[in-house]
């Protein structure tokens, strides 16, 4: 079974809208990492959060952590047409081995 | 550049045939990793391998196998007890330290014909 569940499973926005999508696991994690997947292509890596942290950014890309929720949550601000794409997360369940959830599809509009 | 190659893009098999998906990277890392990708379902992980000459079996290993003879090469072989081969297949690579996060290959698409 998926240790990480991304939520919703797609998402629509206009161009300039933010988009939100949360990850929610259920066994104890080292990290959490986020990647972005454009259709046909490998995935791409976005972000890493450790277990000790609680927030990070790059960019336009803001991740939080909420250990004692066991949830993330991705943010893009300002989003594009080229956001277009799927979102994973990937939590390692203590093992260091990175299991994916099923991906939310983002959809942004021009 | 650094990164990881796949070959070839797209790979048919007829029934019965065992096919290998070439996966090499040049980026110095020690794990590598095989996932299998099919829609709705997101990544499973296949098979990997944190040092030469070692692999763990991942949560659907039924039906593959693999190799890594070499630290740049990760050749992954769906077999013909593999009943349900058809998906796109992912390796990644991760160097040491687990701190930095995968860089994953652009994938080969299988089809069973």
């Known amino acids: 079974s998926q240790q990480g569940e991304e939520d919703p499973q797609a998402l629509s926005i206009q161009e300039g809208e933010n988009a939100t999508m949360n990850c929610s696991y259920k066994?104890?994690?080292?990290?959490l990492q986020w990647y972005r997947q454009n259709s046909g292509r490998g995935l791409v890596h976005l972000i890493l959060i450790r277990s000790n942290e609680r927030e990070k950014h790059s960019g336009r890309l803001r991740v939080t952590l909420d250990t004692s929720k066991k949830s993330s949550s991705l943010l893009i601000t300002a989003s594009r047409a080229a956001d277009t794409a799927s979102y994973f997360c990937a939590t390692d369940g203590g093992s260091y081995i990175p299991t994916f959830g099923r991906g939310t599809s983002l959809i942004v509009h021009p | 550049d650094g990164g990881i190659t796949q070959s070839p893009k797209y790979l048919f098999r007829k029934e019965g045939q065992n096919v290998t998906l070439s996966c090499e990277q040049n980026?110095?890392?020690?794990?590598m990793y095989w996932y299998r990708q099919d829609p709705g379902q997101g990544l499973r992980l296949i098979y990997y391998?944190?040092?030469?000459?070692?692999?763990q079996k991942g949560d659907i290993a039924e039906g593959y196998s693999v190799s890594r003879e070499k630290k740049e090469s990760f050749p992954l072989t769906v077999t013909s007890a593999q009943k349900n081969p058809t998906a796109f297949y992912l390796c990644?690579?991760?160097?040491?330290?687990?701190?930095?996060?995968?860089?994953f290959g652009s994938g080969t698409r299988l089809t069973v014909v």
């Open positions: 990644a690579s991760e160097g040491t330290g687990a701190n930095y996060g995968y860089t």
């Open positions: 980026l110095n890392h020690d794990a």
């Open positions: 066994t104890s994690i080292n990290n």
């Open positions: 391998s944190q040092i030469v000459n070692d692999f």
